[in-house]
């Protein structure tokens, strides 16, 4: 895996708990990405960031934040989880909006 | 909604034989990128194919993409039970900074 890890790897929380989980890169890239895949729905963007403070939404966003207040760090936060939520959550990493992109190992939230 | 869409949704062959995994998509676009998702993994780049390319080799894997038809396909040859993975097709469209999933090919090979 390049240089990309996420954190937790595996969580369990009650609905109406907020969640954050962590993507850090030692890589350097640019651009990083929240994803989601659910069974059905393939892997679907949640939202990016193209740079220290550039974010941008994507196709399900709702009731999702982020945050990148520095180069390695692209944080996920679930104000209010609810069991839709419930899914394994992927970060990308990549140098440009149109190049390859490296993905972490996952984490699975479940929310009960 | 998925801008890349895969067929079939699911394959079974043979150790030795080849897999021929396809996708279509809607919009114009300037890359389309292969990837291979082993289970309970995150996702791994196979390989990338601009849209003034035809064709693509890497390995074992044959690309090839037809703009007109707006539409792609991926060919692992002589497959090994190694393969066996989930493919995703991707494709940055129209919206430039991201890329959207098909929902995949599931491909198993049987030692």
């Known amino acids: 895996d390049a240089g990309i890890t996420q954190s937790p790897r595996h969580k369990v929380t009650e609905t109406g708990t907020p969640v954050t989980l962590r993507c850090h890169q030692t890589e350097n890239h640019r651009y990083m990405y929240w994803y989601r895949q659910d069974p059905g729905h393939g892997l679907r963007l949640i939202h990016y960031?193209?740079?220290?403070?550039?974010?941008d939404k994507g196709e399900v966003s709702d009731g999702y934040s982020v945050s990148r207040s520095k180069t390695e760090d692209f944080l996920l936060t679930l104000e209010s989880a609810t069991s839709s939520q419930t899914s394994v959550y992927f970060c990308?990493?990549?140098?440009?909006?149109?190049?390859?992109?490296?993905f972490g190992p996952g984490t699975r939230l479940t929310v009960t | 909604s998925q801008q890349g869409e895969e067929d079939p949704q699911a394959l079974s062959i043979q150790e030795g034989e080849n897999a021929t995994m396809n996708c279509s998509y809607k919009t114009s676009i300037n890359n389309l990128q292969w990837y291979r998702q082993n289970s309970g993994r995150g996702l791994v780049h196979l390989i990338l194919?601009?849209?003034?390319?035809r064709e693509k080799h890497s390995g074992r894997l044959r690309v090839t993409l037809d703009t007109s038809k707006k539409s792609s396909s991926l060919l692992i040859t002589a497959s090994r039970a190694a393969d066996t993975a989930s493919y995703f097709c991707a494709t940055d469209g129209n919206a430039g900074n991201m890329l959207t999933f098909g929902g995949g090919t599931r491909l198993m090979v049987k030692p």
């Open positions: 194919i601009r849209s003034n390319e």
């Open positions: 960031s193209y740079g220290v403070k550039d974010t």
């Open positions: 990308a990493i990549a140098n440009s909006g149109f190049d390859e992109q490296y």
